[in-house]
């Protein structure tokens, strides 16, 4: 059977990372419906390690215009998000989305300015009418993050069966402080990543963008399986 007659295979098939927004609003309703179906992820001994702050209006104003003043002013923290150097294969996939991401918006690879700017966009939540902030209690290990991941994955998957589009964003763990103070966070935790969710410009030409992926061999191996059962 072809995998896009599973309905489920087909919503996640079509969520992508959208990078403009139309300002449509998106309901309280709809946002705590998205967030019922995403609770519903597995986690290490049911600890449900989530903590979403979802914002729309004048605290989202606020916050942005908060993050944009520290981005121009140079004030993020020192985050790695990525080892320094990052080994080949991810170097080579990191390049080839800087390429695309970069072309998409015609800003030259040498053009640090330009790229800066870009990178600022993330801050307005490209534009979204909804921003969301997930942080998690900064006791917790990697295996909490782990379920953290699922539980993102299912609030992107919930919003695309609703017609919703997301860009998930861990460029906002860089101000932590800065959010700390805009959504007085609880102490003892700290921010995972952002998101940007509403509806998708379909005119941006940086909605266009597809990323490729590694087909499953390059990825995965298999022993023991029958081909034909
Ligand atoms: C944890 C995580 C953090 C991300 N952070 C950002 C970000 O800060 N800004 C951004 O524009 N995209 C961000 N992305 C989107 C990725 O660039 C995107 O998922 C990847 O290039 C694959 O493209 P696709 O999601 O459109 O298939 C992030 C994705 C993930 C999963």
């Known amino acids: 059977m ?5 309905i489920v295979d087909s919503v996640i098939r079509s969520r992508k990372a959208v990078r403009a927004f139309r300002p449509d609003a998106v309901s309280k309703q709809d946002m705590i ?5 995403a609770r519903a992820a597995p986690s290490n001994s049911n600890t449900q390690p989530w903590r979403v702050h979802v914002l729309a209006g004048g605290i989202k104003q606020r916050l942005s215009a908060a993050l944009a003043r520290a981005h121009t002013g140079g004030t993020h923290q020192q985050l790695q998000y990525m080892p320094d150097p990052l080994p080949e294969s991810y170097r080579i996939r990191q390049e080839d989305f800087g390429a695309r991401y970069y072309g998409a918006l015609g800003i030259d690879k040498t053009d640090v300015d330009g790229r800066n700017r870009a990178t600022g966009r993330n801050f307005d939540f490209f534009g979204a009418p909804i921003g969301m902030i997930f942080t998690i ?7 909490s993050w782990l379920d ?7 609030i992107m998957i919930a919003a695309r069966s609703r017609g919703l589009d997301t860009c998930p964003q861990v460029s906002f763990a860089r101000y932590q402080t800065v959010i700390a103070t805009q959504l007085e966070l609880e102490t003892g935790h700290e921010v995972v990543c952002g998101m940007s969710l509403g509806y998708a410009n379909q005119h941006s030409l940086v909605n266009r963008l597809r990323l490729p992926r590694e087909p499953v061999f390059q990825f995965a191996s298999f022993a ?6």
Do not use: C, H, M, P
């Open 2 to 6: 072809n995998s896009e007659t599973y």
């Open 148 to 154: 953290y991941g699922l539980f993102i994955q299912n």
């Open 33 to 37: 419906d998205i967030l019922d179906v």
């Open 137 to 143: 209690d900064a006791r917790l290990k990697k295996y």
């Open 224 to 229: 023991g399986l029958d081909e034909s059962s």
